[in-house]
Nanobody
Framework: QVQLQESGPGLVKPAQTLSLTCTVSGGSITDSVYAWNWIRQSPGKGLEWMGVINYDGSAYYAPSLKSRTSISRDNAKNTVYLQMNSLRPEDTAVYYC??????????WGQGTQVTVSS
């Protein structure tokens, strides 16, 4: 059974950098069939795709977030990371990692709440 587990600091001050971890079990992040995504949902808003890292390590980002966002991975730990700098209150959201196969997100983590506040 594939499981994705996000973890992070919970509360971050404005202008600081956010670092989140997505630990994957039950499947390899280097499997060429899958891509590993970060998605967030702000209060009262829909899901926002942030970016993806593919099996070969290539990463792509939403244009609106590209300048502040970086996705990386540690193959040995089977873990995917999200880093976002210059945080703003509007970055407050639940952050999810999700596995995509073709056009379907087939597994999601439970999400981790991030609040940006001084």
């Amino acid at each position: 059974q594939v499981q994705l587990q996000e973890s992070g600091p919970g509360l971050v001050k404005p202008a600081q950098t956010l670092s989140l971890t997505c630990t994957v079990s039950g499947g390899s992040i280097t499997d060429s069939v899958y891509a590993w995504n970060w998605i967030r949902q702000s209060p009262g808003k829909g899901l926002e795709w942030m970016g993806v890292i593919n099996y070969d390590g290539s990463a792509y980002y939403a244009p609106s977030l590209k300048s502040r966002t970086s996705i990386s991975r540690d193959n040995a730990k089977n873990t995917v990371y999200l880093q976002m700098n210059s945080l703003r209150p509007e970055d407050t959201a639940v952050y999810y990692c999700a596995r995509r196969r073709s056009y379907e997100y087939d597994y999601w983590g439970q999400g981790t709440q991030v609040t940006v506040s001084s």
